[in-house]
């Protein structure tokens, strides 16, 4: 009789340290689901400023390239008549 009730209590014992595992193992899967959506958010404003900066920086190296190139037009055009 002990053995059957010892055998029981093993089990009991199991299952409840199996729940216990399974609702930690859970909580730990909602935590790290709530972090991966925190820095997917993160990396998309991260990404839209770095888009903002690239189209600045274009717009800028393209105004310089206008203004080179017509420095260098101009350059010619005085060495040609020189």
Known sequence: ??????KQTKQTSYKIANERLESALL???????????????????????????????????KIFEERLSGAIKKLKNILKEA
């Open 1 to 6: 009789m002990a053995k059957v009730e010892d």
């Open 27 to 61: 909580r730990l899967e909602k935590i790290l689901a709530k972090q991966t959506s925190i820095r997917n958010s993160e990396d998309i404003d991260q990404i839209t400023a770095l888009v903002m900066e690239n189209k600045k920086l274009k717009d800028t190296n």
